[in-house]
């Protein structure tokens, strides 16, 4: 899962910087997301992985723009292939989106309209933004129909959404999101809904298919075990903030974030965790985002907090792409409690 | 492929004959299906035939795809769908004809999602006491007494008896569920994807909770979930389903080790480890989960089997006992079972 070797590998695709997302509520203004920096090359996958509320899918609905008018988002800099989303406009936006950006939901059946076949979306998909006839937009489906593993896809093609088992619906929707050829995909949550084993062969399709088309991917997940299989880099949300990015190798085998290693403790990992013994656990609850947040908003459940945990969090780097939010460094952090590998396992 | 020689300690055996807590025999459920408005009525059958034993303090994981009847199977067990044929034995009685609400006391549900599981307009109190009153037992302060305890319990304090469910993070609104189903004193907790629809950190709490009040008050449990990990971390023996039959069951290390059906190998393929280093399998498996109501002929499976050949097209699979007590119902191992016959 390499970054293609293409020439242009080296400039970002997306870049985004210092993203704010605001959310007026009853009680004040909800800090959702917090001043969030990240990058994306061509061909690359990074996923985003943070558990409900930690602001992952606004990042991603930001990126589309596609929040809602009273969400306020404010970024110093969003760029998609030099083109300024910050201030781009609505008819800008829709030229992009679904063809040079595409996008991936959680539930198949939401994203499709039931009143239509799955083949005039299909073909909607293309016409919208390319001049192809009917002939030719049909031709392609059918072609990505093939790819996303349909058999018989000329029969699919008069189908309505509601005929169609869920594991087929995300394949079309996947399909429909390739029509164009995007050079970006995001993916919110693509497989929750579906079982385990149509999982693997959608997870599959999807790596497959952007390795073949050189497309780049956001994968937004809370899911550990698909961030691990999937992703080139993984940056862990917390909060409204990216507290750790890195690659998915060192995030896995070498955590710094107290966060990130009480996420990798929390899960059952076979020959690692010893049956029936208590998982590890990450006590208390998220705190409220409304009003000003100050200092690390994960010092509440961190065993390893300071007074300095109040103030402003430094950021710190373990190498060129690993970096961490914590007063800690990463010394510190590895004599900290239970790394996920001396992992206590009670009798 | 032989059988893992010794059986862990903490794998549990078959349930002998008389052991059984609780004991389905053939049990079968079929539902008669219209499609749209004149459309001919067709005949659903989402569990076939289906013997399953349940001894107590064990933990059973029943594992399969969406559609393979596993809700249906627990629901039988919970007296909320009669069994179309087959017995339901519950400490070796028949439950037909038995009073729903004697079984309720020995066997309780907690279901997947806590937010609509949980009556919204009722405070936390009136949803754990509801069982008491139901069945009668105690007064007002007894009751108040048994509600505070069994939230204790589940590590909900005293402050949460007046709340309403949408004031309740899923993570506590999960354990009021639990409380609810404790609060009965049962012998067998039904849990249906306790699990799947809370965040990873309160995944793991619930897990501990669960590992904990079974060792605590004895409990036996009938754990049902798509997440294998989760599976493999609890439960003590494990039943494969596929299309309404039980196509395996061992004890958990046994099958973990050495899956002997092709379905079970591509559903332990599937799962995707927090593992850097490996890449997202494949499975082998073919795409769609059949039609229920159309089921392939044969042995269920064979359209999506990679190790499909002669017979399974065509002749229901044998079922084939192992050496540990489970069984496995496929054409593979068919000629074993000509010799221990």
Known sequence: MQASQDDRANEPLLAVRNLTIDIPVGGGTLHAVRGIDFELKRGETLCIVGESGSGKSLTSLAVMKLLGKSIRPHADAMTFEGTDLANAGPKAMRRLRGDRIAMIFQEPMTALNPAYTVGDQLIEAMRLHRPVSKAEARARALDLLGKVGITAAESRFSQYPHQLSGGLRQRIVIAMALMCEPDLVIADEPTTALDVTIQAQILRLLVDLQRELGMAMILITHDLGVVARVADRVAVMYAGELVETGSAAEIFNAPLHPYTRGLLRCIPVPDKTRRGADLGSIPGIVPSLIGEVRGCAFRDRCDMAVAACVEPIPERNDGPAHSYLCVHDQAALADGPAAPDDREVPA | ?341
């Open chain 2, 1 to 341: 492929m032989s059988a893992a020689d010794a059986v862990p300690l903490s794998e549990t055996p078959p349930v002998p004959e008389d052991e059984a807590l609780l004991r389905l025999k053939e049990v079968s459920k079929s539902y008669s299906i219209r499609r749209g408005l004149f459309g001919e009525r067709k005949t659903l059958t989402a569990v076939k035939s289906v013997d399953l034993a349940l001894a107590r303090g064990e933990v059973l994981g029943l594992v399969g795809e969406s559609g393979c009847g596993k809700s249906t199977l627990a629901k039988i067990l919970l007296g909320l769908e009669a069994p179309t044929s087959g017995d339901v034995l519950v400490g070796g009685q028949a439950l037909a004809g038995q009073d729903r609400t004697k079984l309720a006391r020995r066997i309780q549900p907690i279901f997947q999602d806590p937010y609509s599981s949980l009556n919204p307009r009722k405070t936390v109190f009136d949803i754990v006491s509801l069982p008491l009153r139901i069945h009668g037992i105690g007064d007002g302060p007894s009751r108040q007494k048994r509600v505070t305890e069994i939230l204790d319990i589940v590590g909900l304090s005293k402050r949460v008896t007046r709340a309403f469910p949408n004031q309740l993070s899923g993570g506590q609104r999960q354990r009021v569920a639990i409380a609810r189903a404790l609060v009965m004193k049962p012998e067998i907790v039904v849990c249906d994807e306790p699990t799947s629809a809370l965040d990873v950190s309160v995944q793991s709490q619930i897990l501990n909770l669960l590992s904990e009040l079974r060792r605590e008050f004895g409990l036996t449990y009938l754990f049902i979930s798509h997440d294998l990990a989760v599976v493999q971390h609890l439960a003590t023996r494990v039943a494969v389903m596929y299309l309404g039959r039980i196509v395996e069951e061992a004890g958990v290390d046994e099958l973990f080790e050495t899956p002997r059906h092709p379905y079970t190998r591509a559903l332990l393929d599937s799962v995707l480890t927090p593992d850097a280093s490996l890449g997202v399998p494949d499975t082998e498996l073919g795409a769609a989960f059949p039609n229920p109501i159309d089921p392939p002929s044969g042995c269920a499976f064979h359209p999506r089997c990679p190790k499909r050949f002669a017979p399974c097209d065509h002749e229901f699979p044998p079922t084939v006992p192992t050496k540990n007590g489970g069984f496995v119902e496929c054409h593979l191992y068919r000629e074993r079972a000509g010799a221990s016959q």
